[in-house]
C-alpha cells in the first residue's frame, strides 16, 4: 500500500497556516462531550492532556510511573531548540527546517518539519510564561548555545536540567487542569491493550499497578505520547520503566510501525563498567561545546594516564576529520566516529572502549570558575558514578542507545492510520528522520503537545458520535480477556530465569548486531536467534508473586515480553532498508571515508510496517517523501 | 556494550529491610546478603542483584520505587541507615555508589516514614499528596498560546538564578521523611519562591502561597520547627531560606487578605 502522509500542498511557509484554517473545528459546548484518554505524561503527553483540558475536553491521563512528573523527559539535560534568533547570528525559521532535514538525512516529511520548526517559537513564549526558569543573562534576556548540527546558537537550556524544567511546567499546566476538573489523572496505571472498534480506537484496557486491577477505559479519541524503545538495547540512557508495550500494542492492533531501525546511538554517555549494570548515563552534549574529544594517536598510549600523553601524540579526530563542525558533529557522525576509533585499538578505559572528553584547554582559557557554572551538575554526576574528578582529568565518554527517532506512523495531523488514535513526540515517528539532532526531542514533544494536537483532534472527532462506545461493548470485554490471559500466562510459566534475564540477553544481541553497524549478516542472525530467546522466554521465565497485588516483577516481565516481539521488526526493518542513512549504517553502504552512503533512488521512504502476527513476517508498506524545498544532497559536515 | 567485567574486587553486605506486603498489614525486618558486589556498583544495582537472588529461590523480591536512575525523576526513595537517600550530599539514593560502603557492613533499610506518606509495599510509598499540593495552586495560571515573546519581561539574572535554584527540587519526599513533624515546607517553599521571584508568577503569589498551606495541612503535612534536617537530606540542596520566603509571602498575603485586595481560597 502506498501511504499519504496527508501533508498539505502549496508553498510550505504558508501550509501550517493553511491547514489550520482548512480544519474543522469543534463547538466549545460540545468538546465536553467528547472523552480524550492520553497515555503518558512526559513533555508530549502532558502539554497535550493540558491544552485538551483547557480546550474543554473531558480527558483522562494515565502514566505507569507514581507521579507525571517522573515521565523521562525529566531527564533530558542539554536544552530546546528556537528559531528565536535572539543572538543575531543568522538563524530563521527556514533555517531550523533545513538544519532538521539535513539532520535526519532526508527521511523525514518537510511540512511536519517546518511546522515543528514555525512553532518552536511560541513553544519558548509558552514555557516562559509558565515560570519555567531558563538562563538569562545580565541584561535579564534569554541566553542561547550551540548544539551539535548546527552552526548559530538556538538552544534555550536550564542549567543542565531543562528537560525536567519544562517538563515541570507542562506538569504545573497539567495539575491546574486536574484541580479544575476538566483532567483526570490515573498514575501507576499502565496501558496493556488498544480497544478498536469498527477500525476506530475507541479505549484502552489498562493495569492498576498497585491493586493489579485490569479496566477499560472508553474514549471518543486516544492519544499515546508514551516514549521510545530504545531499552530494547537493554542498556541505554532511558529510565528502567521505559518500554514499547503501549505503542507495540496499538501496532498488534492495526497501528503501523513507522521506520523502526532509525535509532540514535548518543555519542557521549559515561562507559559501561560491569555486566550487573542496569542503565547508561548520558552526559548532556552541551559539554562538546567547551570539551575537546580525542584519543591517543598511538595504541601503546592508550593505558597511560592522560595527563601523559603529550598534545602531539593526540588525536582529535571529530576536528580532524570535520573541520567545519568539530566537536558538535550531529550525534550518529560523532557516535560511529567514537566506534571508529575504538575499533582501531586506540580506545581508552575498560576494555578500550572509551574517548576522552577533555576540558583542559577550555578551562585554560575561561577558568574553572566558568566551566563549573556552566556544567557544574555534570561534573558532579560524572564524579560521582566514576570516582573521578573532569577537572582535573578528562571524561571517558562512549556511545550509548539514547532516542528512537522510529514510532508508530502518523499523518501530518498526528493521527495513525487507525482512526481516533493520535501519536505524539518519541513515540510517533515523524520529524527526526533517520537522525535527531541535539535539543529537538523537547522542541518536538512540547509542539506536538501545545501547539498541533489541540487543532487537529478536532478535525477527527467532528465527524465523530461522542460515547459511542461503552465500557459494555464486547471489545471491551474481548479486550480484558486477553489481558489477564497474558497477564495469568506469565505467572503460570514459573521457569527458572528472570524477566531481567532475558532482556538482558536480547540487549545484547541487539547492540552486537543492531547497533551502531549493521549488515546484512548481522541482521540476518539476529532475526534467526530473538525467536529462539523469545520461545525460551514462554517456557522457562519465573515471575514470582501474583496478579492482583503491586508486583514490579510482573510488569517488567510484560515489558520484556513485547521487546521479544519488537526487536525483530526493527532487525527486519534494518535489513530491508538496504542503505545507510542517519542512524541507520549498514557496512555494505559506505564512502571510502566511512561516511554513511544514502540510496536516494530507491529508499526515500518512511517504512510503515504492519503487524501479522507474532512470528509471521509483517508487511511493509511505504510513504514516499518528497523534498520541494529542500534539495536532497549528500550531507556534510566538513 | 563491551563485556568488560570489573576487576576490582568484591564485597558483601547484610541488608536489614523493611518487609510490608500492604498498606494494612503488619511490617517487620527481614534480613538478607548481598554478596558479589563492587565499587562500581550503585545502591540500586546491589538491589537488583538480591532481588534476581530472591526471585531464583522463589521467593518475593524486595518492592522499591525507581526510575531514571540518574537522579532526577525523584522516584528513588528509601531510608538508608536511618537517613533519607543515605548520607551522601547532593545525591539520590540511584547515585549513591557501593563504594561508600565497606565490606560486611549491616545496612538497614526502611521506606519513608511520613503521616501523609501511605506505604504501598515494603520500600514504595503512596506520595501522591505531593502532586496534592501543586494541584492546589503550584503554577502560573497562563493559557497555552496567547502568551507574550520570552524576551518581552527582561527578568534579572539573580531573580533567574533564585528561581532556578528553587525550582531544582525533583519531588522526592526526602524533605518529608527526613522531617521530624512529617513537614513538606521544603518542597511547598521551593515552588512558591519560584514564582514568587519572577514577574510570570508574582500575580497569583498570595493566592498560590494560602491555597498551597490550606492543602498542606489537608493532606496530613505537619508544620516547620526549624530542625533542617530537609535540606540536609535534599539530593538537590533545596535551601531552606525557601521556607522563610514561603513565611515571608503568606505574610504578605494576610495583609493582602486585611486590605481586602484579596480573598483567601475558602473564604
Not at chain 1, 473 to 483: F, G, L, Q, T
Not at chain 1, 545 to 573: P, S, V, Y
Request: net charge neutral; glycine share 10%; charged share 25%.
Amino acid at each position: 500500500m502506498i501511504l499519504d502522509g496527508k501533508a498539505p500542498t502549496g508553498p510550505i511557509e504558508q501550509s501550517w497556516d493553511k491547514h489550520r484554517f482548512d480544519m474543522k473545528l469543534v463547538n466549545p459546548p460540545n468538546k465536553r462531550k467528547f472523552k480524550i484518554l492520553v497515555v503518558g505524561t512526559g513533555l508530549a503527553g502532558a502539554s497535550a492532556a493540558a491544552s485538551l483540558g483547557e480546550l474543554g475536553y473531558n480527558v483522562e491521563s494515565f502514566c505507569y510511573q507514581d507521579s507525571p512528573r517522573r515521565a523521562h523527559s525529566i531527564a533530558a539535560q542539554g536544552g530546546i531548540n528556537a528559531a528565536k534568533n535572539y543572538p543575531n547570528d543568522g538563524d530563521s525559521i527556514w533555517r531550523l527546517f533545513y538544519d532538521t532535514i539535513k539532520g535526519g538525512d532526508f527521511r523525514s516529511r518537510e511540512a511536519d518539519v517546518w511546522r515543528l520548526s514555525q512553532v518552536s517559537n511560541n513553544i519558548i513564549d509558552q514555557c516562559v510564561a509558565q515560570g519555567v526558569p531558563f538562563a538569562r543573562d545580565y541584561a535579564g534576556y534569554l541566553d542561547t548555545r550551540s548544539f551539535g548540527g548546527a552552526q548559530v546558537s538556538r538552544t534555550f537550556y536550564a542549567r543542565g536540567q531543562t528537560g525536567q524544567q519544562l517538563l515541570l511546567g507542562a506538569y504545573s499546566a497539567l495539575s491546574r487542569q486536574i484541580k479544575a476538573g476538566s483532567v483526570k489523572l490515573f498514575p501507576r496505571t499502565e496501558m496493556l491493550d488498544l480497544v478498536v472498534v469498527d477500525g476506530e480506537a475507541k479505549g484502552i484496557t489498562v493495569r492498576d499497578l498497585v491493586t493489579g486491577e485490569i479496566r477499560v477505559h472508553t474514549g471518543d479519541a486516544v492519544v499515546l505520547a508514551s516514549g521510545g524503545y530504545m531499552n530494547v538495547f537493554y542498556l541505554s540512557t532511558n529510565a528502567m520503566g521505559c518500554s514499547v508495550t503501549a505503542i507495540w500494542k496499538a501496532h498488534k492492533k492495526g497501528a503501523f510501525f513507522g521506520n523502526p531501525c532509525f535509532t540514535q546511538i548518543h555519542p557521549t554517555c559515561i562507559p559501561q563498567a560491569g555486566d550487573y549494570q542496569s542503565k547508561l548515563t548520558l552526559m548532556s552534549e552541551s559539554l562538546r561545546n567547551d570539551g575537546r574529544i580525542w584519543v591517543p594517536k598511538k595504541k601503546e598510549d592508550c593505558g597511560k594516564p592522560a595527563n601523559q600523553i603529550p598534545e602531539e601524540d593526540r588525536d582529535y579526530y571529530l576536528e580532524r576529520k570535520y573541520p567545519t563542525f568539530g566537536n558538535l558533529a550531529p550525534r550518529d557522525i560523532s557516535s560511529r566516529a567514537a566506534k571508529e576509533q575504538c575499533d582501531e585499538g586506540r580506545g581508552v578505559g575498560p576494555g578500550g572502549r572509551g574517548v576522552y572528553l577533555d576540558f583542559r584547554d577550555s578551562i585554560k582559557r575561561f577558568g574553572e570558575n566558568v566551566i563549573r557554572e556552566r556544567y557544574g551538575n555534570l561534573f558532579e554526576m560524572y564524579e560521582r558514578i566514576t570516582d573521578e574528578n573532569g577537572y582535573k582529568v578528562p571524561m571517558r565518554i562512549y556511545p550509548a542507545p539514547h532516542y528512537a527517532m522510529g514510532g508508530l506512523w502518523v499523518d501530518y495531523n498526528l493521527m495513525s492510520n487507525l482512526p481516533g488514535l493520535f501519536v505524539l513526540g518519541e513515540a510517533n515517528f515523524s520529524v527526526h528522520g533517520a537522525n535527531r539532532l541535539g535539543a529537538s526531542a523537547l522542541m518536538q514533544g512540547l509542539a506536538d503537545g501545545y501547539f498541533v494536537i489541540p487543532y487537529t483532534i478536532a478535525d477527527y472527532l467532528k465527524d465523530t458520535k461522542p460515547g459511542k462506545v461503552k465500557a459494555d461493548h464486547p471489545e471491551c470485554a474481548k479486550s480484558i480477556d486477553d489481558v489477564r490471559g497474558s497477564t495469568k500466562k506469565l505467572l503460570s510459566i514459573n521457569g527458572n530465569r528472570t524477566p531481567f534475564e532475558f532482556i538482558r540477553e536480547l540487549g545484547i544481541l541487539m547492540w552486537n548486531n543492531c547497533g551502531m553497524a549493521r549488515s546484512k549478516e548481522s541482521l540476518t542472525e539476529a532475526i534467526a536467534k530473538i525467536p529462539a530467546i523469545r520461545e525460551e522466554f514462554r517456557k522457562n521465565v519465573k515471575v514470582s508473586g501474583t496478579g492482583a497485588e503491586f508486583n514490579q516483577q510482573l510488569e517488567n516481565a510484560g515489558r520484556t515480553a513485547d521487546f521479544l516481539e519488537f526487536a525483530e521488526l526493527i532487525c527486519r526493518d534494518a535489513l530491508h532498508r538496504d542503505e545507510s542513512c542517519g542512524g541507520h549504517f549498514r557496512v555494505e553502504h559506505q564512502y571510502a571515508d566511512g561516511e554513511a552512503k544514502r540510496n536516494d533512488a530507491d529508499f526515500a521512504y518512511a517504512a510503515a510496517w504492519e503487524f501479522k502476527g507474532v512470528d509471521k513476517e509483517p508487511e511493509l508498506h511505504k510513504e514516499p517523501l518528497k523534498f520541494e524545498n529542500i534539495h536532497l544532497a549528500v550531507r556534510s559536515y566538513k | 556494550m563491551s563485556a568488560q567485567t570489573s576487576e576490582h574486587k568484591t564485597m558483601s553486605v547484610k541488608l536489614i529491610v523493611w518487609r510490608q506486603k500492604g498498606p494494612n498489614e503488619p511490617g517487620r525486618f527481614e534480613t538478607h546478603v548481598a554478596k558479589g558486589i563492587t565499587e562500581h556498583h550503585s545502591f540500586l544495582e546491589m538491589l537488583d542483584v538480591v532481588n534476581e537472588d530472591l526471585i531464583k529461590q522463589g521467593k518475593d523480591p524486595i518492592a522499591f520505587d525507581h526510575d531514571c536512575r540518574e537522579g532526577i525523576c525523584g522516584t528513588c526513595s528509601a531510608v538508608v541507615n536511618g537517613v533519607p537517600h543515605g548520607g551522601q550530599k547532593r545525591t539520590t539514593l540511584c547515585q549513591l555508589h557501593m563504594r561508600k560502603f565497606k565490606d560486611g557492613d549491616a545496612i538497614y533499610l526502611e521506606p519513608w516514614r511520613a503521616r501523609a506518606f501511605p506505604i504501598i509495599r515494603d520500600l514504595v510509598v503512596n506520595r501522591g499528596a505531593l502532586d496534592k499540593l501543586i494541584q492546589a495552586a503550584g503554577y502560573v495560571s497562563c493559557h497555552t498560546g496567547g502568551v507574550p515573546d520570552a524576551n518581552a519581561i527582561p527578568i534579572s539574572k539573580p531573580d533567574s538564578d533564585y528561581a532556578m535554584d528553587a525550582a531544582e527540587c525533583i519531588g522526592c519526599g526526602a524533605c518529608v521523611a527526613a522531617c521530624p513533624n512529617g513537614a513538606a515546607m521544603l518542597f511547598a517553599g521551593a515552588k512558591v519562591a519560584q514564582f514568587a521571584a519572577l514577574p510570570q508568577g508574582q500575580v497569583e503569589a498570595p493566592e498560590r502561597v494560602a491555597a498551597m498551606i490550606q492543602a498542606m495541612q489537608e493532606c496530613g503535612f505537619g508544620n516547620c520547627t526549624n530542625h533542617y534536617e530537609c535540606q540536609a537530606v535534599c539530593p538537590k540542596d533545596v535551601d531552606v531560606k525557601f521556607i522563610a520566603r514561603l513565611n515571608r509571602e503568606f505574610h504578605k498575603a494576610l495583609f493582602k487578605a486585611k486590605a481586602g485586595t484579596f480573598t483567601p481560597i475558602g473564604e
